[in-house]
């Protein structure tokens, strides 16, 4: 019902191969079904709950998955942000909300159970911070091990604490995170574990299904989707999933594909603005978002793909400019966020400024990790609690003079 297939010269490959790039040209490979064949029927996907596996037959696990119940994430209209720019049609899907609070659940439900459908025993990832949190969980889930790499003292704290509660292998790296994806994809390769990034193509598949969701959430398909960018999977996974929808004849048109990078590593942006064939990768990416400090990105040729064919667009915004839109999210609408994610949200409020966003749009911002991620930037932007003593009058007056 499916094979893999090459983004680039179209080489295809067995359902069980285990390949992470073309062996003929080496570009990136995707999961391809026949769709004349699949029968989804939209009567019973409506009959199953909101989650990643109301979409099963869009998937290519065929053996009981390995699942956390991930999905079915909320989809928040944010009425005050909107507002206050103009935009009544502003929504955020709140991939926090998943087991492991981020989106890279639905990615490792369906790349767990396939290292499991395809009989391997170890998996393994780079992560800056959020996949190594979901792999650890889920591996656990599934009784196996996991290694995961890290590049030091760049993790947000929450992230490292759930890779290590959960009993990955973790291993700091004194590099970054674009070195640590190259080490663990050689060591996957030369002694066999399975790599769970996004270069592995049916990780993938689980992440489109943040689009089917939104689409039925919203009851239409939203004339923008905009994601922070980092690896740029998930901007791929999505435009992916929608254009499996097209053909399937469930939806009329595709959303502009819009990918927002923070001004320290912003290589898909600039490839974008400058109408590059490919990206130039970013040395020495910076960022107060942790999880997308990366500067080569892997699927940077899907995601410039998913922007250029749909019409959509790239933005980048300042750490500034990133926090600031945390704080309204959290402040404004209740929506606690990691930085990241907090990216998408900023992103259009800047594209907005320079007239690439009209103000009748439908637009679904994805926000992708939960605030409790990383505290400790949080608490650098908050005054801290007053302490006073145990009294009802101290309590009183701190009252009064904290009453700003
Ligand atoms: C919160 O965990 O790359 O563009 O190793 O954690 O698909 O890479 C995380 C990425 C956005 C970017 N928001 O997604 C990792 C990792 C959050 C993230 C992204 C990430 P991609």
Not at 187 to 207: A, D, I, K, M
Not at 303 to 318: K, Q, Y
Request: proline residues 6%.
């Amino acid at each position: 019902m499916y094979r893999l297939v090459c983004v680039k010269c179209g080489a295809r490959y067995p359902p069980d191969a285990i390949l992470y790039n073309c062996s003929a040209c080496g570009h990136l490979l995707a999961v391809e079904y026949d769709l004349d064949k699949v029968s989804v029927d939209r009567a019973v996907w409506d009959s199953r709950p909101l989650s990643v596996w109301r979409y099963r037959e869009l998937l290519p696990v065929n053996i009981p998955p390995v699942t956390l119940q991930e999905g079915g994430t909320p989809l928040y209209h944010l009425k005050r942000i909107g507002e206050e720019l103009g935009l009544p049609h502003l929504y955020a899907k709140h991939e926090g909300m998943n087991p492991t609070g981020s989106f890279k659940d639905r990615g490792m439900t369906v790349g767990v159970s396939m290292a499991i459908q395809l009989g391997k025993t170890t998996v393994a990832c780079a992560s800056t911070g959020n996949t190594s949190a979901s792999l650890a969980a889920y591996a656990a889930r599934a009784g196996i091990p996991a290694v995961v790499l890290l590049p030091a003292g760049k993790v947000a704290l929450g992230k490292v604490a759930q890779a290590l509660m959960h009993g990955a292998r973790v291993i700091s790296i004194r590099g970054n995170f674009d070195q640590a994806l190259e080490m663990v994809h050689e060591l996957c390769l030369t002694h066999g574990l399975y790599l769970l990034n996004s270069v592995n193509p049916f990780r993938l598949e689980g992440q489109k299904t943040i689009g089917f969701e939104a689409i039925d959430q919203l009851g239409a398909v939203p004339d923008r989707i905009v994601l922070p960018v980092g690896n740029a999977g998930n901007i791929s996974a999505v435009h992916k999933g929608l254009k499996e929808l097209l053909a399937l004849g469930l939806i009329d048109r595709l959303p502009m594909m819009t990918g927002i990078q923070a001004a320290g590593s912003a290589p898909i942006y600039r490839a974008i603005c400058e109408d590059l064939p490919e990206v130039v990768p970013e040395l020495h990416p910076e960022t107060v978002a942790t999880a997308i400090r990366i500067g080569a990105p892997v699927n940077a040729e899907k995601a410039l793909t998913a922007i250029r064919e749909t019409g959509g667009t790239a933005g980048v915004v300042s750490d500034e400019e990133i926090l600031a839109m945390q704080k309204a999210l959290a402040r404004r609408e209740g929506i606690g966020v990691e930085p990241a994610s907090a990216a998408s949200v900023a992103g259009v409020k800047k594209l907005l400024e320079c007239g690439a966003i009209d103000r009748d749009e439908y637009i679904v911002c994805v926000v992708t990790g939960h605030l409790l991620k990383d505290p400790e930037t949080v608490i650098r932007q908050c005054e801290p609690p007053l302490e006073i003593n145990a009294d009802l009058p101290s309590l009183v007056s701190a009252l009064q003079s904290s009453s700003s």
